[in-house]
């Protein structure tokens, strides 16, 4: 069974500010694929990102950044300078392979970013 | 190009009645998935479908609730006889194809059940 754990509940940064959700996994699978997808006042969650388990490299996008380490399970997420239109509940997310996205999704953090 | 649509947003039920939630997926999409979000928890995967087929309802419990996604029109999730535990937000989501990179949702049906 897999498994996606984000401690932080709630998280208040002042804008501008730097911050990173945390996201740590459990499969037995050695082929998996992990996700993050925010979710925005409006109720749809957005994609952000799919990692697959043997692409270890650290990817950047913008302001935001992914540090992907296998060795501690781990997948966290870091916005920098955030804005307020970064407050949303953000999800991290796991599948293991056989096609279709069978998705197992952690509790969500959200995340207030204060003007 | 209009996104993942989801009605009614909101549904309000008496216990004993059905929920019928409606999810139209994005055109050209033909894979569709509901997932349901309790109160302080994460999206819980219920069930797949491809036009005119269930592929896994494992998530999905196995009395009061059936999922269809007929040739013609939206996928249908059906609630007989809804119990206050099934107030939740339910989610469609749909994808062109089995192995696409990412999942494209809509807001979500919220049902509460008095």
């Known amino acids: 069974a897999q498994k996606v754990t984000q401690a932080q509940t709630e998280i208040s940064v002042v804008e501008k500010e730097d911050v990173t959700l945390d996201c740590v996994y459990e499969?037995?699978?050695?082929?998996?694929?992990l996700f993050w997808y925010k979710q925005p006042p409006s109720g749809e969650l957005v994609f952000l990102i799919r990692?697959?388990?043997?692409?270890?490299q650290n990817e950047i996008s913008g302001r935001y950044s992914w540090n992907f380490q296998k060795s501690t399970s781990s997948f966290n997420f870091t916005i920098t300078a955030s804005q307020v239109v970064d407050s949303a509940v953000y999800f991290c997310?796991?599948?293991?392979?056989?096609?279709?996205?069978?998705?197992?999704f952690g509790t969500g953090t959200k995340l207030q970013v204060i003007p | 190009n209009a996104g993942v649509m989801q009605n009614p947003r909101h549904l309000v039920r008496r216990r004993g009645q059905e929920a019928r939630l409606r999810c139209s997926p994005m055109?050209?999409?033909?894979?569709v998935y509901w997932y349901r979000q309790l109160p302080e928890e994460g999206l819980k995967f219920m069930v797949y479908?491809?036009?005119?087929?269930?592929?896994?309802e494992s998530g999905m419990p196995k009395e009061r609730f059936s999922a269809e996604f007929p040739k013609e029109g939206p996928s249908i999730l059906r609630i007989q006889q809804v119990v206050r535990g099934d107030s939740a937000a339910y989610f469609c989501?749909?994808?062109?194809?089995?192995?696409?990179?990412?999942?494209?949702f809509g807001s979500g049906t919220q049902l509460s059940v008095l």
């Open positions: 989501a749909s994808s062109p194809d089995e192995r696409n990179e990412k999942l494209f």
């Open positions: 499969t037995r699978d050695t082929t998996y694929y």
């Open positions: 990692r697959n388990s043997f692409d270890e």
């Open positions: 997310a796991l599948s293991v392979s056989g096609g279709y996205q069978k998705v197992t």
């Open positions: 055109k050209g999409h033909s894979h």
């Open positions: 479908l491809q036009k005119e087929n269930i592929i896994d």
